[in-house]
Nanobody, 124 residues
Framework: QVQLVESGGGLVQAGGSLRLSCAAS????????MGWFRQAPGKEREFVAA????????YYADSVKGRFTISRDNAKNTVYLQMNSLKPEDTAVYYC?????????????????WGQGTQVTVSS
């Protein structure tokens, strides 16, 4: 079993930056595919970024490509999402997720463990 806890959300002005953290307990994240998703009010949960188990491959939604960076620190059992040049449309609850299987995925249903989410609000 893996427990995930996100932190780092908050209120930021458009153009600003935030770094989200996802700390894991229970089991190591080092051999897990990790993903970040977000859900805005009244919208479906959507894929943001994913990181292969080795950390060698990253995947991003087109809407965040070039602005967000996913990374991991296996020694700290933590995954990060660095978010730069934030826009009001990035406002959402951000969720960290871990996948048992080896392949990276942009589909929420393919992830097995989820954090409780952290709110990111970008003001214009």
């Amino acid at each position: 079993q893996v427990q995930l806890v996100e932190s780092g959300g908050g209120l930021v002005q458009a153009g600003g930056s935030l770094r989200l953290s996802c700390a894991a307990s229970g089991r190591t994240l080092s051999n897990r595919v990790m993903g970040w998703f977000r859900q805005a009010p009244g919208k479906e949960r959507e894929f943001v970024a994913a990181l292969s188990w080795s950390g060698a491959s990253t995947y991003y939604a087109d809407s965040v490509k070039g602005r967000f960076t996913i990374s991991r620190d296996n020694a700290k059992n933590t995954v990060y999402l660095q978010m730069n040049s934030l826009k009001p449309e990035d406002t959402a609850v951000y969720y960290c997720a871990a996948r048992k299987s080896m392949g990276s995925s942009q589909f929420a249903y393919e992830y097995d463990y989820w954090g409780q989410g952290t709110q990111v609000t970008v003001s214009s």
